[in-house]
C-alpha cells in the first residue's frame, strides 16, 4: 500500500489577491500573507492511479478543493475570525482526473499560518491513511516513553517524599514530562484523524503555551545559588499561560493569535540558559547534566522558530527530541540518587541495628565484669587470709602457688573496650574477643576520637582492617607468637589508624598496588576497601612489612 504514494510536492504554480501566477517552487515554503488572504494553487495532476486520492494537511486554514472548474471539496464556512483548526483532508478523484489541473485555495484568518503550505500526497485512501499513521509512528513511541517517564519521574518524587526527602524539582519535571509526552504527537498526522480540528488546535497550542512553566518551576526548584534570580521567567511563563488559556475558554482570544507572544517568551529561554549554566559553575551538579541538554534544546528551539517565521522549508520540531534527552538524563539522575539513597539508609539501619546491638553486648559484658570483680572482692579478704596463715607459718612455696591460682582467676576476667564513638568501641570490642578465641593477643590504644569521619566510613574502615589483621595471626603456625596492635591518634587535621599484626608467608603485590598474602583471586579486596575509603577523605595508606610483622597505617583528613 505504501507503495502507492507519490509526492506532489514540485510543480505548482499559486496566485494571491493583487498577484498573477507564478511558480511556487516547492510547498515545504510559501508566501507570508496578511490573515483572511487567500492563496490559490494550482498543479496538473499527470501520475495515473486507480481510485486516486489527494491527502492535503491545513494548518489553522479553510481548504476549498477544485479539479477544473468542478469542485471536490469545500471546507465549512466559518466567521472572518474564526479558527479553522488543523486537519487531514482525504479527497477522492474522479476517475478522469489524469491531466487535468488540481487547484487548492487555502484561506486562515492569522497571519502567522496565511499561505503556509504542506506537501500534498496522492494515492488510495487506503494508502494515504497507512502513510498518515507510518509518519506518526516514530512520534507515537517517543510520546509513549516520554510519558513512561515523566510518570515514574512523579512515582519517584513521591516515593521520596513519603521517606521524607521532598524534592520539588523532580515533580515539576515530571509534570513537564506528561505535557511533553503529548505535545509530541500533536503536530503529528495521526492526531488530525482522532480529533476535530478546533480540538487539535487547542490542544497543541494549550500544551505549547504551557510546557515552559513547569520546565522553569524544574530549575527553579534545582538552583541554589540563583533562585530569586529564577522568579521572572517562572513568574512570566505562568502568567501568559494562564491569561491565553483564560482568554481561549472565554472566547476573547483564540490562541493562534497569542503565538508570536509566546515565541517571543520562549527566545527568552536564553536567560534561563545563563543562569542555568551559572548554577552548573557553582557546583550544582543537578545543573552540571542539565546545562547541557536545556542549551542544546534551546538552541533547537531557536532553528525552529527560523524555520517558521522565514518560511524555508517544514518546521522539523527537533526541539522536541532534545527536551526528550533532557528528561531522560534527569531521570537517570534521579534513579541514581534514589537508589544511592535508599542503600545509604540501609547502611544507615545496619550501623543502627550494631549500635543496639552493641549497646546490649556491652551492657551483658559490663554486668558480667561486675560480678566477677564483686565475687573477687568478696573472695579478696578470704584469700589474704590465707596467704597470712601460710605466710606466717613459714610455708612460703604453698604461699606463692596459692598465690598462682588467685592471679589465674583474676586474669579470666575479661577486659571491656568503652570508647567515646560506639564504633570504635564494637569492633574494639569484636576485635578483642575474636583475639581471645583464636589465641591472639590484642593491644589497644584508642585515645583519639573521629570527628567528620562517616559513620558507614568509620565501620567499614576498621572491620576490614581488623578482619585483616586476625586472618594473618591465624595463618600462623602453632607455637609462634600472634599479636595485634591497634592505635588511633590524632594530628590535626588527620586521623591516623595504625595497626601492627604478626605474619608468615609471602607478600604478594597486586596489579593495583595493593599487597594481599594469598594468590586466590578475590583476595585484596579488603585493602581496595581502604584505599577507596582513604581517598574519599583526601589521606593515604602506607604499609611496612618485614619477615614477622606487617604494619598497615591509615590516614584521613578529619579537621575539627
Known amino acids: 500500500m505504501m507503495e502507492k504514494i507519490t509526492d506532489l510536492s514540485e510543480g505548482w504554480e499559486y496566485e ?32 495515473a492511479l486507480e481510485n486516486a486520492a489527494v491527502l492535503i494537511r491545513a494548518n489553522h486554514q479553510t481548504v476549498t478543493v477544485y479539479l477544473g472548474d468542478t469542485p471536490l471539496y469545500i471546507d465549512k464556512v466559518l466567521l472572518p475570525a474564526e479558527n479553522p483548526g488543523m486537519a487531514l483532508h ?72 513519603l521517606g521524607g526527602d521532598v524534592r520539588w524539582q523532580n515533580l515539576a519535571l515530571g509534570v513537564f514530562a506528561v505535557i511533553w509526552a503529548l505535545y509530541y504527537v500533536c503536530t503529528e498526522y495521526i492526531v488530525f484523524q482522532f480529533f476535530p480540528p478546533a480540538a487539535v488546535s487547542a490542544l497543541s497550542l494549550g500544551l505549547y503555551y504551557t510546557f515552559a512553566v513547569p520546565l522553569t518551576l524544574y530549575f527553579y526548584s534545582s538552583f541554589e545559588r540563583y533562585k530569586k534570580w529564577m522568579l521572572p521567567p517562572v513568574i512570566l511563563h505562568g502568567g501568559f499561560a494562564a491569561a491565553a488559556l483564560l482568554l481561549q475558554v472565554t472566547g476573547l482570544v483564540d490562541l493562534p493569535r497569542l ?41 533547537s528551539m531557536l532553528y525552529n522558530f527560523n524555520v517558521f517565521y522565514t518560511r524555508h522549508g517544514v518546521v522539523p520540531y527537533s526541539y522536541r527530541d532534545t527536551y526528550f534527552l533532557l528528561i531522560l538524563a534527569v531521570l537517570v539522575y534521579n534513579i541514581v540518587l534514589f537508589f544511592n539513597r535508599y542503600f545509604k539508609e540501609q547502611r544507615k539501619n545496619e550501623l543502627l541495628a550494631l549500635q543496639n546491638r552493641q549497646a546490649r553486648e556491652s551492657y551483658k559484658r559490663l554486668t ?89 566510613d568509620l565501620y567499614s574502615l576498621l572491620t576490614n582492617i581488623a578482619e585483616n589483621a586476625l586472618e594473618a595471626c591465624t595463618s600462623l603456625p602453632e607455637g609462634q607468637r600472634r599479636f595485634i596492635a591497634l592505635t588511633i591518634s590524632r594530628r590535626e587535621p588527620y586521623l591516623a589508624i595504625t595497626c601492627q599484626n604478626s605474619r608468615a608467608g609471602e607478600i604478594i603485590p597486586s596489579g593495583d598496588g595493593f599487597l594481599s598474602g594469598k594468590r586466590e583471586d578475590g583476595h585484596g579486596y579488603g585493602l581496595w576497601v581502604i584505599q577507596r575509603i582513604a581517598e574519599t577523605y583526601d589521606g593515604l595508606i602506607n604499609t611496612q612489612y618485614d619477615e614477622t610483622t606487617f604494619t598497615l597505617t591509615v590516614v584521613l583528613k578529619d579537621r575539627r
Request: charged share 15%.
Open 16 to 47: 494571491t489577491p493583487g498577484t498573477a501566477r507564478q511558480t511556487l517552487s516547492t510547498l515545504q515554503s510559501g508566501p507570508k500573507l496578511a490573515g483572511g488572504e487567500t492563496m490559490t494553487m494550482y498543479r496538473v495532476l499527470d501520475t
Open 259 to 299: 503565538l508570536h507572544v509566546n515565541n517571543i517568551l520562549l527566545s527568552g529561554l536564553a536567560y534561563t540558559v545563563v543562569l542555568t549554566v551559572l548554577e552548573a559553575f557553582k557546583g550544582n551538579r543537578l545543573m552540571v547534566l542539565s546545562a547541557p541538554f536545556l542549551a542544546m534544546a534551546y538552541g
Open 368 to 456: 558480667a565484669h561486675l560480678k566477677e570483680v564483686g565475687g573477687l572482692k568478696h573472695e579478696m579478704r578470704h584469700h589474704f587470709t590465707a596467704l597470712q596463715s601460710y605466710l606466717d607459718a613459714g610455708r612460703n612455696a604453698e604461699a606463692e602457688r596459692y598465690l598462682k591460682q588467685y592471679a589465674g582467676q583474676s586474669s579470666a576476667v575479661t577486659d571491656a573496650v568503652h570508647h567515646d564513638n560506639f564504633i570504635i568501641s564494637a569492633v574494639a570490642s569484636g576485635l578483642l574477643r575474636d583475639g581471645e578465641n583464636r589465641g591472639v593477643e590484642v593491644e589497644l590504644d584508642l585515645k583519639a576520637n573521629p570527628f567528620h569521619i562517616a559513620e558507614p
Open 90 to 161: 482525504f479527497i477522492l478523484l474522479p476517475a478522469d482526473y489524469l491531466n487535468k489541473t488540481l487547484r487548492v485555495e487555502l484561506t486562515s484568518p492569522y497571519a502567522a499560518y496565511s499561505g503556509r503550505t504542506s506537501p500534498v500526497m496522492l494515492g488510495t485512501i487506503p494508502s494515504l491513511e497507512a502513510w498518515a499513521l507510518s509518519l506518526s509512528m516514530r512520534p507515537l513511541i517517543f510520546m509513549s516513553m516520554c510519558l513512561l517517564l515523566g510518570l515514574c519521574i512523579i512515582t519517584l518524587t513521591l516515593a521520596q517524599a
